[in-house]
Every structure is written in structure tokens, then in C-alpha cells.
């Protein structure tokens, strides 16, 4: 784990200049440590305002006056010996204006420009629409471009070459970044599946209610017509974040969020029925609906592995029932040295941390043992990813 | 990394340089057009704005260039050898004006409004505006390294090697730079966010 803060190497993170394993591991650390993130989303602004200073053109006069000094008497001569000078001669002014006509021609049409961003897209099912353009067995996503399937169509979409984005029916995503350092897509509506096998956090899917940060993982995201997202991780980790509301879904785990809301808390799957109907009047119900019988339903219900959930509610509930939330939790996990009932309470970030390291291990189910992985969190000072 | 940054001025080769310390005009007319934007855009960026002073610096450039290229041995790529006659060339100067100039009228840094169609195009403008604002209040040791990273597309060994320092000098005062740029311009986050 990148224990060091990693704000000194962020600029050439943002500009793909570290090598993959460093990336990988400030990619890491910049999951569970609030302080580098604020630094790298400022430097990535800064990153992005020079990225537009645009090339200025020289004027033309700059090579006439040039030209008038290089002739001029008393000008610095040229380093060279004087009777090659001797094609100020008339007769070579055709050529060269041809050689340099021919030269502009030809870098006009052979010079590398940027090619416009895309993603290969593969027709799985049916007949998917690129910019309402049906495509044939395969076909290009440009920036910008959407990608839609019907009823019965459905598509794969290359990540560049960190992943694969699978496309159910009934479902509308735009293609918004494809740069090294972040790749992202809009999902408006349906259902995505997306495996990706980069560094955490280079690719991300905006919803109505949330972004989905990609941690290293596999997931499904499911978008309704309200705009309302479920997010199923089936493979290490993903974060939902709205402002600075964020929810880390572990595999095995699921989160909704609501347009306005923004993530609710990640449970696991297995958790009972009256949990998970708690949980989201908890998270989305009326205000009244994180009062105590609400809470009392996930506290009693809770198993060693709700922890990450009742984790995630210590800062979101009321202050004055912080403290049954934290007698629950230590109950099944006994926070590890260094965590006090008073730094929890006061929502110390790095007791916070410390404390969910601690409960990681409760979190694999024995089918989530081959795939939850290490969380991915660094053991820096401040390092949090605390949500609220 | 040189082939790098030799390759994205295919037209230059060693050939050209040869020709060029030959003293042969055509050449030197080849190697002109092919740095002349990227040499008269830093002067620009240097210089505030101030395009008069960026082509007078752009002329002393390539004179002296066109009076010391063979002192150029090709121990480094070419582009590097240029781009370190640019840099010193753009601080003497301003040096050298710093003394005898008002400070420049600054260029709008104020707020861009979001705009849709005919108009995003002019408020893409007013953004880089607003950077090349920006760019110019940033101290030159923080601002050549933006310049060389942004406009001439340099990577880090590059760029330390045009500047004479390390790569971890590099990072670090592009760090600063990035930081120093989106403090200046935050009003500007959503226009750049929506912009890309």
C-alpha cells in the first residue's frame, strides 16, 4: 500500500508521465486520502486550462524582416561559407517557392494530426445506433457520439485498452472523454456491465444521480426514467460520489442512488429483506424516515458483514444517534488499536479508516473471497474516503 | 524520446540541419516554416500578449540561430538544442524590458458564461484568453515548463533537459504551475468540464 501522500507526483500522473506500477499506486492512494484528492482535482483544472492554449500562427512578415536582416549589411552573418550564399541568384527563387509550395502540400496532407477519439463498439444482438446510424458488425463511438439499442439490440464497447463496456437493450450512453488519464461515458438510461483491468480511477460512467468511479473492477449500473441508478459490483471496487456525497461498493455490494440525492449506503445482496427495506427509507425516504424505528431495523438486523453499511452511516445519521450506531458496529467488529469511541464519534478520519481496514475481512463472503480484493484505501495519515 | 520529438517535425532531419550549417538559405527557410508557430507561440505566452515583442524576440531567435547552428553537434536532438536558444533567448529579454516597460494591460480573466452552439466557440476563445491571462502572472520558472508541456507538446525528460534541471524539477514546477493556473481561473471549471 502507497503509504506517502502523493501530491508531489500528481501533475505527472495527470499527464501520464509516472510509470504504470506508480500510477496504479497514487491511483490507490488518491481513493482513500482526502487531502491528495482535493490537490489532484485542482491540478487536473490546471491540467485542463493549459490544455487549451492554443498554437498562435507567427505572422508572415516575421521571415520578410528576417530575411531583410540576414541580407542587411552589419546583420549577423550566417555561420557559413559565403558562396553558398550565391542562390540569392533570381534563378533559384522559382524552385525554392515550388520546393516550399510542395512541402506545405505535402505536410497539409501527411502531417500527424490528432485523430478525433473513439472507441470500437462490436454489434452483439440486433441493430445498435451510433448518432441514430445503425451500425453493421462493428462500428466507431466518437466523442460526443451516443450509442442506442432497442428492445431487442445489444453492443460492446472497447474502453480504449483498459476494458470492455457491454450494452443491454433499451439503453442510451454518450461517449464524454477518452484522454490517458480519464475515460468516461454518460449512461441517460438501461443497463451497462463494464469490466475494466486499468489503474482505479481512470474510467468513470456519469448517471442522472451519481458518477460511477471505477476502482478496479466489474460492475453492472442500471439507469431507470426517473434517472433513479442501481449499481451492482461484481468484482473489486467501485465508487458512487455525487458532490461530495460518496458511497465505495465493495463486490458482492450494491448502492442506489436518486437524481437530487445522490448514492444511498452500499449493502450486500445477502442482507435480510426488512434490512434492505430500511436502508432505502433511510436513504430515500421522507426525513422522518431515519428516525428510530428506521435505525433500529438495520441495527438489529445488522451481521459482522453490515458493518459496511452501518460504516457508511456513521456520518450520515443524526449526531444524536451516532453513538448506537457506533455501539452496533463495535460490537461486530471491535474497532483495532487506535480507534477510540471518541474519535469515531467526533468522525476522526483516520480512526474511520483505520476501523474499515479492520472490517475489510468481514466483507468477503465466501463467494467474494477470489474477487473483493485488498480495499483500496491507502494507510495515509489522513486518508479517509469518509462519506456523508 | 528525442525520436519523439524528432518525429513530430518530420520534415527536419539531419540532412536539413546539415544543409543548414552549410549555410544554405532553402534549408534554413525549411527549418523557419517548420518552428516558426512554435517559436513565435512561446514568445507570445512570455511576453504577455504582446505579439509586437513576440516577434522581435521570434527574429533574434532564428538569427541566432541561423549564426550558431554549427555549434549544434546533434549530442542532443535538435528540437532541445532550439527550444533551449527559445527559452534563454525570451528571459534575456525580458529581462532586459522588465526595466524599461509598463507592466501589460491584462487580459480578461472574468467569468465565461456557459454557451451553446455559434457562441461556444467564442467562449472557448474567451477561455484561452483567459489562461493566456493567466499564464502570464505565473513567475517564468513555473510558465516555461507549461509552455514547453502544452504548446510544443515536450515530455518531462524533454523538458529538462530544454531547461537544465531534472525531471522531478519539472513535475514539481509543473505542479505548481497546474495549481497556480486553477486557483487563478476556478471560476472557469464548469466552462472547461462542459468544454471537454
Known amino acids: 500500500m502507497f503509504s506517502q501522500h502523493v501530491a508531489k507526483n500528481l501533475s505527472a500522473y495527470c499527464n501520464g508521465e509516472t510509470p504504470n506500477n506508480e500510477a496504479r499506486q497514487i491511483a490507490e492512494h488518491l481513493i482513500g486520502c482526502n487531502r491528495c484528492r482535493r490537490q489532484f482535482d485542482e491540478i487536473k483544472l490546471g491540467v485542463r486550462l493549459a490544455e487549451r492554449l492554443p498554437q498562435l500562427s507567427a505572422p508572415d512578415s516575421l521571415w520578410l524582416d528576417l530575411q531583410t536582416q540576414l541580407d542587411g549589411a552589419g546583420a549577423p552573418r550566417p555561420a557559413v561559407s559565403e558562396p553558398r550564399f550565391t542562390f540569392r541568384s533570381l534563378r533559384f527563387v522559382p524552385v525554392a517557392a515550388l520546393v516550399l509550395l510542395t512541402i506545405g502540400i505535402g505536410a497539409f496532407y501527411f502531417y500527424p494530426r490528432p485523430a478525433t477519439p473513439f472507441w470500437d463498439v462490436v454489434r452483439l444482438n440486433g441493430s445498435p445506433r451510433i448518432a441514430a446510424s445503425p451500425i453493421d458488425a462493428k462500428g466507431r463511438l466518437a466523442l460526443g457520439q451516443w450509442l442506442e439499442t432497442d428492445g431487442s439490440s445489444r453492443a460492446q464497447i472497447d474502453v480504449g485498452s483498459i476494458g470492455q463496456v457491454e450494452i443491454d437493450p433499451n439503453t442510451r450512453v454518450r461517449l464524454v472523454t477518452a484522454k490517458p488519464t480519464e475515460h468516461r461515458l454518460e449512461l441517460a438510461r438501461g443497463k451497462m456491465s463494464a469490466r475494466i483491468w486499468a489503474p482505479p480511477r481512470l474510467f468513470f460512467v456519469d448517471t442522472p444521480a451519481a458518477v460511477a468511479a471505477d476502482l478496479g473492477c466489474s460492475y453492472t449500473l442500471e439507469v431507470d426514467d426517473s434517472g433513479a441508478a442501481l449499481l451492482h459490483v461484481t468484482m473489486g471496487w467501485v465508487a458512487l460520489q455525487l458532490k461530495d456525497r460518496e458511497s465505495m461498493v465493495p463486490a458482492g455490494a450494491s448502492c442506489a442512488t436518486r437524481p437530487g440525492i445522490g448514492p444511498g449506503t452500499p449493502y450486500f445482496e445477502d442482507a435480510s429483506d426488512a434490512f434492505r427495506v430500511a436502508l432505502s427509507k433511510f436513504d430515500f425516504g421522507p426525513a422522518e424516515s431515519r428516525s428510530m424505528p428506521t435505525l433500529d431495523v438495520l441495527l438489529n438486523q445488522a451481521r459482522p458483514r453490515d458493518s459496511l453499511t452501518l460504516w457508511h452511516l456513521l456520518p450520515r445519521v443524526a449526531e444524536t444517534d451516532r453513538e448506537r450506531v457506533y455501539d452496533r458496529l463495535a460490537l461486530l467488529v471491535a474497532p483495532p488499536a487506535g480507534v477510540t469511541r471518541e474519535g469515531v464519534l467526533q468522525l476522526n478520519e483516520q480512526m474511520l479508516q483505520l476501523w474499515r481496514e479492520k472490517m475489510v475481512t468481514s466483507w468477503r463472503g465466501v463467494s467474494q473471497q477470489q474477487t473483493l480484493g485488498d480495499f483500496p484505501m491507502a494507510a495515509s495519515g489522513d486518508a479517509s474516503g469518509l462519506v456523508r | ?196
Open chain 2, 1 to 196: 524520446m528525442e525520436q519523439r520529438a524528432l518525429m513530430a517535425e518530420p520534415i527536419i532531419d539531419e540532412r536539413v540541419i546539415a544543409a543548414c550549417q552549410q549555410g544554405d538559405r532553402e534549408a534554413f527557410a525549411l527549418l523557419f516554416e517548420s518552428y516558426k508557430d512554435k517559436v513565435f507561440s512561446i514568445a507570445v505566452y512570455s511576453f504577455g500578449g504582446d505579439r509586437a515583442a513576440a516577434s522581435d524576440v521570434s527574429q533574434q531567435i532564428f538569427l541566432k540561430l541561423m549564426t550558431s547552428i554549427n555549434q549544434f553537434r546533434g549530442d542532443s536532438a535538435f528540437t532541445t538544442w532550439l527550444y533551449r536558444m527559445v527559452v534563454n533567448t525570451c528571459i534575456d529579454e525580458q529581462r532586459k524590458r522588465k526595466r524599461f516597460l509598463p507592466f501589460g494591460e491584462s487580459l480578461p480573466m472574468g467569468r465565461v458564461e456557459n454557451r451553446r452552439g455559434p457562441e461556444k466557440h467564442y467562449a472557448k476563445r474567451e477561455v484561452a484568453e483567459c489562461v493566456q491571462a493567466a499564464i502570464k502572472e505565473l513567475k517564468p520558472k513555473f510558465r516555461m515548463p507549461i509552455l514547453l508541456k502544452y504548446v510544443e507538446g515536450l515530455s518531462y525528460e524533454e523538458i529538462a533537459t530544454v531547461l537544465s534541471c531534472s525531471k522531478g524539477t519539472v513535475a514539481s514546477r509543473l505542479n505548481r504551475g497546474h495549481r497556480a493556473l486553477a486557483r487563478k481561473l476556478s471560476h472557469l471549471r464548469d466552462e472547461v468540464v462542459v468544454g471537454d
